[in-house]
């Protein structure tokens, strides 16, 4: 069921009519679905800051709009290109994206402390967000070159490939940007066939290291309160906290808690959540975008996103599953990697069930590298199903 | 195309990655779950309060009224240049504007607008004061002037009989952070006023009024959004004390004479002029303890905090060298109280049978008690005399005598029958009356002179109790200290026939209604007489007491007899009664305290008037002439200047 017949040395070239017959409809509509809800949250969270400086109310919401459209051309794109051109240009993509990594620090903009940013004149493009993709083509490649049989070598190589853009990234400072990198490789390396024992082995590396960077001062203090205040974050947002940095931030997780809280079962009804309205939520339009929806539509709401979000990731896996090769199966693992880690991430953050980090939800939050990124990414599991018997 | 081949466990590992994936959406929504249902309540509540402001605007503060509705203090719209903080941002050229206008540097303005004692939101006041043409200047060219408002604040105002009586109707001040954190319950905010000192303390829960309350939206970086709710504030009541606005600025008037008249009298034990300081005076009515003036000179101006008192005018007033005019000698004065504690002596003697009301003693000008000799003033000797005629010519040897019996008769009436009177009169312990800082004044006891001894070896001879400090004790001497308005309440209390009234300053409160409108005050609340303790005697020993204190003023030999009669005088038909008292003071360089107290007419009395003057010799050489010039006021007769009379006789 994984991939067809072993033996079928020639595979029937089918039309690219019959191929399309195969797109999955149901991803499609979740994800275009979850990305219109998002431009609809976007509005409300930032429909009266715009108003009193002036703006039009739409100006986040237009922008993000087009960013939709565009996103499901680049789906469109990618889903119409076979993914094994896209497996054997994997080294040229993989290249241009570390290349691009390493642009962004002489010819970036820097914003919000991060140099993590191109300026083509209003818009910003962020080259980690593409890093993402070319990564998962290029683990899927190399991992798929070897059939399964990961020895201790290729594992090496694996984990130098991911390295050398985690590091870029962590360096920008964007150190959650880097995690979905590693959410990406753990799902290649797990699915992809390395030894239970090599698993075993990086899980305590793993574990040794994030001990070791949150208490030996590798990560600069304002990143390991933004880390660890999650844990420690009273209930009400006290504004005595406001005094210092960290305060701050535990000050933005208590309002992010009580306006998510503040929505209830069935919320206050879009438009009308108090907190998103005056804006007691920083950032809500790009990483707290989910407490919008949380305090205007509730339980029930937020209930229904998060099972928008899990038929999305339902598919991924499906495509994975039915992928004619291993190079597919493991496109559709990374993108599912990349998609569930920001997914958890993100509302966990919001919810204080996990530390802040500068996650975008995919499909929601204000961003058009992100927006593409996401949509980029379903283009190639649509791809990998489409073609499936091909 | 070749097939890999796949791994054997692939399909595991795929698995693996559902179950994992599965229990991550499962997690995130057992998060929503508590968040939005469980937590719910919490968040909403919190919701609820987080985007709304209360800006608070502190209401008129109700007048003070004297006992006819004379205004003693009102308020005064005065002009102000305010600064609403969040619109007028470091950096804004509106501050240069503002700080050549006021003349001032840009960093100066910016110090009094982050005045921290102003709540955020509220319009933080950086030019009280201002000149008409620094607010019409604003007014004109408002569109240069974002988030500055030329307005009006109300202040306090004082009219000459405010300013008379200072003492009793206090000040208002800026509520400091300590007071801040024991009120904020009920509702006051940083930069509000309040009563200070005088009835603006004691009755600012009347005067205070509701602040006007206006909740707003705000957003999170402080944005006001709208306006949600509005209440207007609501003045204060009117207070109505029982003061006598004329009488007070007589009663004023004539201690700052009689000081006068007294520095220019020649002391012979201390061979200098007196230096007289100080001095107060006291009127009441004995019918239910109400005050009717309550005078303390040196005095203060109470306009001067208004808006904040300067530093050194603070000092001035608080300075020994200027007698610390702040001080309110009515009250926290305290003094020998001479002879005037005879009363005391002679109610306590009827009272456990030591004389009657027609006993008669030998007065041999000097007596022996232990191994000390006590004599009267200047060793008069006045011969047989009753309880009458020692109060009129104050025999200083019947009352020693008296005070020795109590001692000697400890067996039986225990250590302080004595003091138990005079607690009685309301001597020892603060009166009551509604003012801060009243003190207590001191009725020694053995068992004060043992303690006082034990903590201060050094300061004190003796902590045994003699037989002649009873003696002493019985003429006002010894220890005994006593503030002008106990000596004037516990006579109230003796001329009504033995009920202390707790002395009274409030009459009612009551609204201001609109006399535009024709709509007559209300009255809110009226205040009534509380008793503090009675001192009974029978109508005859009473009525000799009486007959005494009368003597003192109408009887040719009475210590009083040269101050209030002149030949036609009409205060002759007043029937006034009263006691003179010449307290000796042991500090180096201290002079006699000239004490008189009083109340008239004598069978029916209506007025108790009680002057004590510093450094200022006897009894009736100042004070009772102080005293008889506020009968003046009382009788509405002109004021007859103060004249230093000619102490005859014993007249202590």
């Known amino acids: 069921m994984i991939s067809p017949a072993p033996g079928n040395r020639a595979p029937r070239r089918t039309s690219a009519t019959s191929t399309w017959l195969h797109l999955d409809v149901a991803l499609v509509l979740a994800t275009v679905a979850i990305a219109a809800f998002g431009v609809l949250m976007i509005y409300t969270a930032t429909r009266d800051q715009l108003q009193i400086q002036g703006l039009a109310p739409t100006y986040y919401a237009k922008k993000q709009a087009i960013f939709l459209v565009l996103g499901v051309v680049v789906m469109g794109v990618l889903a119409a290109i076979d993914y094994r051109r896209f497996r054997d240009w994997a080294v040229a993509i993989y290249g241009l994206s570390v290349l691009m990594l390493m642009a962004v620090y002489v010819v ?47 594992l090496a190589v694996l984990l130098a490939l991911a390295a050398i853009p985690f590091a870029l990234i962590y360096k920008q400072p964007d150190l959650g940007s880097a995690l979905v990198l590693a959410a990406v490789l753990l799902g290649v390396l797990v699915v992809g066939g390395t030894p239970g024992r090599h698993l075993a082995v990086l899980a305590l590396v793993t574990v040794v290291g994030m001990f070791g960077v949150v208490h030996f001062g590798v990560l600069k203090t304002y990143q390991r309160d933004r880390l660890t205040s999650f844990v420690n974050t009273p209930d009400q947002p006290n ?82 599953a039915l992928a004619r090769d291993q190079v597919g199966t493991l496109i559709c693992i990374g993108v599912l990697g990349m998609l569930v880690f920001q997914i958890f991430e993100n509302m966990g953050m919001t919810m204080g069930i996990m530390p802040i980090a500068g996650i975008p939800l995919p499909f929601m939050s204000y961003g058009g590298s992100a927006e593409l990124a996401c949509f980029a990414g379903i283009g190639l599991v649509l791809n990998v199903r489409m073609r499936r018997f091909s | 195309m070749a097939v890999p081949p796949e791994p054997a466990t692939a399909r595991l590992r795929l698995t693996v990655v559902l179950v ?68 007028v941002p470091a950096g804004s050229p509106v501050l240069d504007r503002l700080a050549a206008l006021m003349g001032t540097s840009v960093t100066t303005l910016q110090g009094l607008i982050a005045n921290t004692q102003y709540a955020p939101y509220t319009p933080v006041p950086v030019l009280p004061n201002a000149s008409p043409s620094q607010i019409l200047y604003v007014q004109e060219h408002q569109a240069l002037f974002p988030g500055v408002t030329a307005t009006t604040e109300t202040v306090r105002s004082y009219t000459p009989m405010g300013v008379a009586a200072a003492n009793i109707v206090g000040y208002v001040g800026q509520i400091t952070g300590t007071e801040l954190t024991k009120l904020k319950a009920q509702g006051y905010q940083p930069g509000d006023q309040i009563g200070l000192a005088g009835v603006e303390a004691t009755y600012e829960s009347v005067l205070r009024g509701q602040p006007g309350v206006t909740r707003v939206q705000v957003d999170s970086r402080g944005n006001v959004l709208g306006t949600i709710s509005d209440s207007a504030p609501v003045q204060g009541h009117d207070l109505r004390l029982t003061i006598d606005g ?49 005078a303390t000179y040196p005095d203060y101006d109470p306009a001067a905090f208004v808006g904040g008192i300067s530093e050194a005018q603070y000092r001035y007033y608080t300075d020994p060298a200027q007698d610390e005019p702040l001080l309110d000698r009515a009250i926290q004065g305290q003094y020998a109280p001479g002879s005037t504690f005879k009363l005391v002596t002679a109610s306590a003697a009827l009272q456990d049978g030591f004389i009657s009301a027609n006993s008669v003693f030998h007065d041999t000008g000097s007596i022996k008690i232990g191994n000390q000799v006590f004599h009267n003033d200047n060793s008069e000797v ?22 020795a019996d109590f001692w000697n008769s400890r067996g039986r009436l225990g250590d302080e029958a004595l003091q138990k009177v005079a607690r009685a009169y309301g001597f020892g312990g603060q009166t009551g009356i509604a003012l801060p800082n009243e003190s207590s004044g001191l009725i020694p006891t053995p068992k004060s002179v043992a303690a006082a001894y034990k903590q201060y070896p050094k300061l004190y001879a003796t902590g045994t109790w003699y037989t002649g400090d009873s003696a002493q004790m019985a003429i006002g001497q010894f220890e005994d200290e006593v503030t002008p308005l106990q000596l004037a309440n516990a006579y109230a209390g003796f001329a009504n026939g033995g009920t202390v009234y707790q002395p009274r300053l409030a009459l009612d409160a009551q609204t201001q209604g609109d006399p535009a409108a024709g709509v007559a005050p209300q009255v809110v609340q009226a205040y009534t007489s509380k008793v503090n303790a009675t001192v009974p005697l029978d109508p005859a020993q009473h009525a000799a007491m009486v007959a005494g204190f009368e003597g003192v003023v109408n009887n040719p030999k009475g210590t009083a007899y040269n101050d209030f009669y002149f030949p036609g005088s009409p205060l002759e038909s007043k029937d006034i009664a009263g006691k003179t008292g010449t307290a000796q003071v042991t500090a180096a360089g201290k002079q006699d305290t000239s004490v008189f107290t009083s109340f008239a007419p004598a069978s029916a009395p209506t007025f108790e008037v009680t002057a004590l003057m510093e450094d200022s010799g006897y009894g009736a050489s100042i004070a009772a002439p102080v005293v008889r010039q506020i009968y003046d006021a009382l009788y509405g007769l002109p004021a ?13």
Do not use: M
Request: net charge positive.
């Open chain 1, 108 to 154: 970036g903009h820097k914003s919000k402390g991060a140099q993590a940013w191109f300026q083509f004149g209003s818009y910003q493009f962020e080259p980690s967000e593409f890093a993402k993709i070319g990564l998962i083509l290029a683990l899927a490649a190399y991992t798929a070159q070897h059939r399964g049989r990961l020895t201790t070598r290729s």
């Open chain 1, 239 to 320: 504004t005595k906290l406001l005094a210092t940095a960290a305060g701050q931030t535990q000050y933005n997780l208590a309002e992010s808690k009580i306006t998510i809280g503040d929505g209830g079962l069935l919320g206050k009804g879009i438009g009308k959540g108090t907190q998103t309205n005056l804006s007691y939520v920083p950032e809500q339009r790009t990483d707290f975008i989910f407490t919008a929806v949380g305090e205007q539509v509730g339980l029930v709401g937020s209930g229904l996103l998060l099972a928008l979000f899990a038929v999305v990731a339902w598919r991924i896996w499906r495509a994975a």
């Open chain 2, 246 to 294: 004329p009488i007070q600025q007589a009663a004023v008037a004539a201690v700052q004479q009689g000081l006068g008249v007294a520095r220019t009298q020649y002391d012979t034990v201390t061979k200098r002029n007196f230096s007289a300081p100080a001095g107060s005076a006291v009127v009441e009515d004995p019918r239910d303890g109400t005050v009717i003036a309550l």
């Open chain 2, 640 to 652: 007859q200047p103060v004249a230093a009379v000619t102490a005859k006789g014993a007249a202590t």
């Open chain 2, 20 to 87: 994992v994936v599965g229990c991550l959406f499962a997690a995130l929504f057992a998060r929503l779950w508590f968040l939005q249902v469980i937590n719910a309540p919490v968040a909403t509540k919190t919701a609820e309060t987080n985007g709304v402001r209360i800006l608070y605007t502190q209401a008129p503060r109700g007048r003070i009224l004297d006992r006819n509705g004379n205004v003693l203090v009102g308020n005064v719209n005065e002009p102000v240049i305010e600064v609403q903080r969040q619109d």
């Open chain 2, 382 to 403: 006045l011969g047989n005399i009753t309880l009458s005629t020692a109060i009129t010519e104050s025999s200083d040897i019947y009352f020693n005598t008296l005070g």
